[in-house]
């Protein structure tokens, strides 16, 4: 069973960097697309970035590009987002989320499992 838990998540000014980190305590996401999504207060869930099993492949939502990168230890069971150039507009709920399938993919409802989430701020 999947059990996501998310961690990093704080305070930063803009322009700073957050590292999130989403551990897979069920131990199964070795062999699925692992996500981040966002959501703030009011809006939408939206798509951050995407990573494939074996890490190799990345895909990013363009407001993030060029700015934040996702990687993965499947050793560790254990996926990141490194955060840079952090900006207000970035505030929000961060959650990780596991699909179990090889394809990536920017919707949230092809994710099954989810993370309860980690809260960034970004104050200007």
């Known amino acids: 069973q999947v059990q996501l838990v998310e961690s990093g998540g704080g305070l930063v000014q803009a322009g700073g960097s957050l590292r999130l980190s989403c551990v897979d305590s069920?131990?199964?996401?070795?062999?699925?697309?692992l996500g981040w999504f966002r959501q703030a207060p009011g809006k939408e869930r939206e798509f951050v970035a995407a990573?494939?099993?074996?890490?190799?492949?990345?895909t990013y939502a363009d407001y993030v590009k060029g700015r934040f990168t996702v990687s993965r230890d499947n050793a560790k069971n254990t996926v990141y987002l490194q955060m840079n150039s952090l900006k207000p507009e970035d505030t929000a709920v961060y959650l990780c989320?596991?699909?179990?399938?090889?394809?990536?993919?920017?919707?949230?409802?092809?994710?099954?499992?989810w993370g309860q989430g980690t809260q960034v701020t970004v104050s200007s």
């Open positions: 989320a596991s699909r179990a399938s090889p394809y990536l993919s920017a919707r949230a409802p092809d994710f099954g499992s």
């Open positions: 069920g131990r199964t996401c070795s062999s699925s697309v």
């Open positions: 990573i494939s099993w074996g890490g190799g492949i990345t």
